[in-house]
């Protein structure tokens, strides 16, 4: 006789026949009980990996934060060559001498600026140390 998927018949059978109570109830408990098992898994591979995980997040964040780095230069290098071309076009087109055009084209970075990056960046850095201290536990 076959034993696979017991299907309901057309004779008029409910779900609730069917499905019995302490039928119900042990899959439900199955089904909690794989759910844990599975939880429980992940959690050990975890654990026992947990080295792995951080070096290979070290890894990650250094290689964004060089890849940052490299965009940030690139894009930097493409600025100065079209201020370049612009601060030529200027002394083509309106005959400026070199200090007025330094001086419209001055290249200092302020002191508030320097402060508040530095500030900013102390700030993240603090949080995160913290963040990821209190969860370490």
């Not at 600025?79 to 071309?85: A, I």
């Not at 508040?116 to 993240?124: D, P, V």
Request: proline residues 3%; charged residues 20%.
């Amino acid at each position: 006789m076959y034993r696979g998927i017991p299907r309901l018949r057309a004779s008029g059978s409910s779900i609730v026949n069917y499905l019995s109570v302490p039928q119900l109830r042990r899959k439900v408990k199955n089904s909690l009980s794989a759910a844990q098992d599975t939880f429980f898994t992940v959690k050990d591979v975890f654990e026992r990996h947990k080295v792995v995980f951080t070096i290979s997040t070290s890894i990650a964040s250094v290689a964004t934060a060089w890849a940052g780095y490299s965009l940030r230069q690139l894009h930097q290098s493409r600025v100065e060559q079209r201020l370049e071309s612009i601060e030529k076009a200027m002394k083509n087109n309106y005959q400026m001498e070199d200090p007025e055009l330094r001086k419209l084209v001055s290249g200092t970075v302020s002191l508030p600026a320097c402060v508040a990056t530095a500030g900013t960046s102390l700030i993240i850095g603090s949080v995160i140390l913290i963040y990821g201290n209190f969860y370490s536990v």
